[in-house]
């Protein structure tokens, strides 16, 4: 460990009020992991609000490394009335990833990108629905910036001398210092596994919540929903989860958090009558609370001292605030029957005169201003919503528009009101550079070939969710939304109906791989979805693919968008196999991929196991998953399965068993590490497609 020397520069000399002690460490957090206390960090951070104790890499894959990855003597540190900075140095051509999920920029360099949340992900500035003051250098390290400011970041600032190289300044107003955490690679995908345990590992889902989710038209009502429920089983539509939109309330926007009695005159048993049916119950709820609810009184104290459509807003960083506000929610949903919600509007319209959040220079009871609440509010709803699912120890799935830092651990997914398909499949490689998960949602569409190809890209999200808050009809039986309100179903309902079947039934398939793929990510960090550059950090050729991803240790996904005949793919070296076709491409090179609607450009890397399940309608405590094992590859690496009750915390206190599943010349073996024997995977055979 160096010690931190701060260099005096010619910018100290114009802005610089007072600075760090020369004599100030890079201490050590964790194996890895540095803090850089510089000047005096603000008392409310990401960090006092982390929503997991940091984990310990539990898989053996992250190694340990001493050398702290950035040079400390080139860090210069300054402050000012009006907040502080700090200058790190840049390499020539070093590239950057992060800092949220902005769907409009990839790779950093030569910008400057805000930390800030917003409901517009599609702006070049950067504020997204996950504002994270976390980036990683193409170099192999990680900076996370532990501040609730709008931070910016400009990755290339212009040398003042000539003759030193560019850096990249990190610009924190408001804040009198910061504390930095540096996070070793080697790699960048090292250096975000690291963040990734630092923030308490991923999370893992239950297991019906790597089906499939459907969002009902706002103006249901219980029967009209338990009739379309019907249809999905009539029809053999997969789907696990359904989500009940904003009129299962009195009121919203704000919110009552009271039950709408005319639409849902029992709303118990329309939850036991939909459990019955085997899906699971999501419920949106926006956390402004509106003066007819019955909280209102009770919770003003504990509010922010501004309304956001005409409601409170819970301080859900006190006590009180948290308490109250979940105490209605355990009354109104969670005493009900309710597994999961969907938590709406808790970003930010920021730069709007007349956003509907709450403004900047709101206060908050717990001391946050309305920049920092903004920052952390999402997360805070979230810890706070988790809450009554920990206390029933049951594992639940939800939707969020905003989550911040650290909060790689909470089982939320990222949504957006946008709905631009290319951004949304950019929004999917991007979530490999940190700790959210990101759903690219899909509604209605232009033409069938457009519901298609965004549904073959949805099928990939940790949340493969078709929200259908504003159409009465599912998609695949009218695209367009007027048609669908007035019933009318179009001509290719069933054909369309047919390859949205088959397009859920390969989700389905996947789910046993990509449990496994959530379990490694909360036990090494490592995201279950990455972009290449992350995969493949020594291929010049990779640094700026947005549009395609990996998906789980073995498979990449290269979605469609409406209008291409063909796509360009790029392939890493090595050797892959077409998922549909099974036939082989060798790598390290660009080719055009043609893939009529019925299938789509899904890649499988040689040498590994990848086992898919016979798809199920939904998954309950008693599915099996009847396994086929495909081989890739001359010398497949194992792959680990993870068998639990898929439905409880449990597995957090060992209840887990792990099957390694193996193949040699003499065929495929499965051993089994734990004794829980649940028997939840059956397999019913093995098959080679390259050897
Ligand atoms: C929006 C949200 C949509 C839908 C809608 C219902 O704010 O992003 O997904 O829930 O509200 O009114």
Redesign the pocket.
């Known amino acids: 460990m160096r010690r931190l020397h701060i260099v005096l520069g010619v910018l100290a000399a114009m802005v610089a009020q007072s600075w760090g002690s020369p004599s100030m460490k890079a201490e050590v957090i964790a194996p890895g992991v540095w803090r850089l206390r510089l000047g005096a960090p603000e008392r409310l951070t990401p960090l006092k609000y982390r929503s997991a104790p940091p984990m310990v890499d539990a898989s053996g894959t992250v190694p340990v490394v001493s050398d702290l990855p950035i040079d400390l003597d080139h860090v210069l540190f300054a402050r000012s009335p009006r907040g502080c900075t700090v200058e790190f140095p840049m390499a020539e051509s070093e590239k950057f990833y992060g800092l949220g999920l902005s769907t409009k920029t990839f790779e950093l360099s030569g910008r400057k990108a805000w930390s800030v949340a917003s409901d517009r992900p599609e702006e070049t500035t950067n504020e997204s629905h996950a504002p994270e003051p976390f980036f990683v250098s193409s170099r192999g390290y990680g900076v996370y910036l532990d501040t609730a400011r709008y931070a910016a970041v400009i990755f290339g600032r212009a040398p003042v001398q000539k003759s030193h190289g560019k850096t990249v300044v990190a610009d924190i107003p408001a804040a009198q210092g910061v504390d930095v955490y540096v996070f070793a690679g080697p790699t960048a995908l090292l250096a975000v596994q690291r963040y990734n345990l630092f923030s308490g590992g991923g999370p893992v889902p239950p297991l019906w919540g790597l089906g499939v989710a459907y969002r009902g038209a706002?103006s249901s009502s219980a029967a009209e929903i338990l009739a379309l429920a019907d249809t999905f089983r009539r029809e053999d539509i997969p789907c696990d989860i359904f989500g009940v939109?904003?009129g299962w309330q009195t009121q919203t926007y704000s919110s009552s958090f009271v039950w709408n009695r005319t639409k849902f005159p029992d709303p118990e048993g329309f939850i036991a009558k939909m459990h019955a049916k085997n899906f699971r119950m999501s419920f949106?709820e926006q956390p402004f609370t509106h003066p007819t609810s019955p909280i209102y009184e009770q919770l003003r104290p504990h509010a922010g001292s501004d309304l956001v459509w005409g409601g409170l807003v819970p301080d859900f960083a006190t006590k009180e605030g948290r308490e109250i506000f979940v105490r209605q929610q355990n009354d109104s949903l969670f005493s009900k029957g309710v597994d999961s919600m969907?938590i709406?509007?808790v970003d930010n319209q920021p730069f709007k005169p007349d956003p509907w959040s709450f403004p900047d220079y709101s206060r908050f009871p717990s001391g946050l201003d309305g920049e920092q609440m903004h920052s952390l509010f999402g997360t805070l709803a979230q810890q706070a919503l988790l809450e009554p699912f920990r206390q029933k120890n049951q594992r639940t799935w939800g939707l969020v528009?905003e989550s911040g830092a650290l909060a790689a651990s909470l089982p939320y997914t990222v949504?957006s009101?946008s709905y631009d398909h290319l951004s949304f499949i950019r929004g999917m490689a991007k979530i490999g550079f940190g700790g959210h998960l990101w759903t690219p949602e899909v509604r209605d569409a232009t033409s069938i070939e457009d519901l298609v190809r965004r549904l073959q890209t949805v099928i990939f999200s940790p949340y493969a969710v078709v929200?259908c808050?504003y159409m009465k009809m599912p998609p695949w039986k009218q695209i367009r939304a007027d048609k669908s309100n007035a019933g009318v179903a179009m001509p290719e309902a069933d054909r369309t109906t047919a390859i949205t079947r088959d397009l859920f039934r390969l989700r389905m398939s996947l789910v046993p791989y990509l449990y496994s793929a959530f379990n490694v990510y909360r036990q090494s960090g490592l995201p279950v979805v990455r972009a290449l550059v992350l995969d493949y950090p020594r291929d010049a050729a990779v640094t700026s693919i947005d549009d395609q991803f990996m998906f789980g240790p073995s498979m990449m996904v290269a979605p469609m968008v409406e209008g291409q005949a063909k796509r360009s793919v790029y392939f890493p070296a090595g050797e892959w196999f077409d998922f549909f076709t099974g036939e082989s491409i060798h790598g390290g090179r660009r080719v055009d991929i043609a893939k009529s609607l019925d299938q789509m450009p899904l890649y499988v890397k040689a040498d590994c196991l990848l086992p898919l399940a016979e798809p199920v309608g939904h998954i309950d405590k008693s599915t099996v998953f009847k396994l086929k094992i495909r081989v890739y590859g001359k010398k497949p690496a194992n792959f680990a399965l993870y068998e639990d009750d898929g439905e409880t915390f449990d597995f957090e206190r060992g209840a887990q068993d792990r099957l390694t599943l193996s193949w040699s010349e003499t065929g495929g073996h499965m051993l089994r590490a734990g004794h829980l024997g649940l028997k939840r995977y059956d397999i019913v055979g093995w098959d080679v497609v390259g050897g």
């Open positions: 706002l939109e904003p949106w969907k709406d509007e528009r949504y009101d929200n808050w």
